[in-house]
């Protein structure tokens, strides 16, 4: 979960929502751990080619904290990324302005905010495009994602399951206590080459994440370098200050902190290239396992 308006990111499953029954976390690379990103395992079940409809996934109580804090996530425009073989979805919205049919962002929200009313999204219909070469490999790959997120509201009532797809009116926080999710699963062919897959997403709308990613990446680097700043003119103001106390007297100075050992500090060693070379690799190595 991240948000245009907040530097904060959540865990899925702060909000209240179907969870596995037990949620699996992925090894990170370097860059989602520096990003902050975290990739859990879902509840949704998806076969390649197998088209479905409307299928149960679970029924959620809703506690007034439950609601406070879903408000207050819609308020913050935060959105949920999923992803499906390492490929981010992107939210497909169809409304009734002909202007706006077929608009894509990166994520979709968890929520909307319409006429003072909250509503929350809790059914998706996942479309999933897929690419064929059977002269250059087997089987299938999966080229698109697109999730297209609806507010239904509808009777759980305690016969549980199956419940009625789709409904009439939104899902509307305020008047629910419990909240169904079901999804829709769609298979289209695409000429799309699996190398081309991600060619698509520099055309999404909602490119505000990128700079803010960019903005903050900055600030981070200005901020370390004005630390590092601070802690190199701090030893040498008293370094420079100890000389000229000492000079002034007339004494010896004896060398001390980091002039004690500058001789072996700018020294360049033996075999320097491969020396760099070794301790390059290594880092990326350690950070591409980590």
């Not at 302005?97 to 509503?119: C, M």
């Not at 250059?136 to 080229?143: A, F, H, L």
């Not at 004690?260 to 591409?288: C, E, N, T, W, Y």
């Amino acid at each position: 979960l991240r948000s245009v308006r907040t530097p904060r990111p959540h865990s899925y499953y702060a909000l209240p929502v179907c969870r596995p029954a037990m949620v699996r976390q992925r090894v990170a690379n370097l860059g989602e751990a520096l990003g902050g990103d975290v990739i859990e395992s879902s509840p949704f079940e998806l076969w390649m080619l197998q088209n479905e409809s409307c299928k149960p996934l679970c029924i959620r109580k809703l506690s007034t904290e439950e609601k406070h804090k879903l408000k207050s996530m819609v308020d913050d425009e935060y959105a949920v990324t999923w992803l499906v073989d390492n490929l981010p979805g992107e939210a497909r919205y169809v409304g009734r302005n002909a202007s706006r049919t077929g608009d894509h962002t990166h994520g979709f929200p968890v929520g909307i905010l319409a006429g003072g009313r909250y509503y929350a999204y809790n059914h998706f219909r996942i479309h999933l495009k897929y690419h064929a070469s059977p002269d250059e490999y087997d089987g299938y790959r999966i080229v698109g994602f697109e999730v297209e997120p609806h507010s239904v509201a509808r009777e759980t009532g305690s016969s549980r399951f199956p419940i009625p797809c789709p409904g009439g009116s939104p899902f509307q926080l305020a008047d629910q206590d419990e909240i169904a999710y079901t999804y829709d699963v769609r298979w289209s062919e695409s000429p799309t080459r699996w190398t081309a897959r991600r060619d698509a997403y520099s055309d999404v709308a909602g490119g505000q994440d990128h700079w803010f990613v960019a903005l903050r990446s900055l600030m981070n680097a200005l901020l370390l370098s004005g630390m590092a700043a601070m802690l190199l003119l701090r030893a040498l103001h008293h370094d420079i200050a100890r000389y000229s106390e000492l000079a002034g007297t007339g004494d010896a100075a004896e060398e001390t902190s980091w002039t004690s050992v500058h001789g072996d500090v700018f020294r360049p060693p033996r075999h320097a290239k491969a020396l760099a070379a070794s301790v390059g690799a290594g880092v990326q190595i350690l950070g591409m396992s980590a």
